[in-house]
Nanobody
Framework: QVYLVESGGGLVQPGGSLRLSCAAS????????MGWFRQAPGKEREFVAA????????AYANSVKGRFTISRDNARNTVYLQMNSVKQEDTAVYYC???????????????????WGQGTQVNVSS
């Protein structure tokens, strides 16, 4: 069993920065491919960013490319989402997700992930 706990959400002004963290427990963290998804009110959950187990493959939604960065620290069992130049449309609940399935290419589909965190709220407002 894999347990994921997100943190770091909150209120940030447009153009500001925020770093989300997701701590994992269970099998060795290096065994997981990790992803970030988000869900805004009244909208479906959407892909944000992902990283393969090897860290050689990353993927980003077009809407966040160049502004958000996914990274991981296997020693701390944690994956991060650095959010820069945030916009009001980034307001959402952000979820991290994990899969133990070997992923040469970072998985971008929610259906590829087996474990999910409870989410952390990000509000972008002036």
């Amino acid at each position: 069993q894999v347990y994921l706990v997100e943190s770091g959400g909150g209120l940030v002004q447009p153009g500001g920065s925020l770093r989300l963290s997701c701590a994992a427990s269970g099998p060795p963290f290096s065994s997981y491919a990790m992803g970030w998804f988000r869900q805004a009110p009244g909208k479906e959950r959407e892909f944000v960013a992902a990283m393969s187990q090897s860290e050689r493959s990353t993927a980003y939604a077009n809407s966040v490319k160049g502004r958000f960065t996914i990274s991981r620290d296997n020693a701390r069992n944690t994956v991060y989402l650095q959010m820069n130049s945030v916009k009001q449309e980034d307001t959402a609940v952000y979820y991290c997700a994990a899969t133990l399935s070997l992923s040469i290419i970072a998985p971008t589909s929610a259906g590829r992930y087996d474990y999910w965190g409870q989410g952390t709220q990000v509000n972008v407002s002036s």
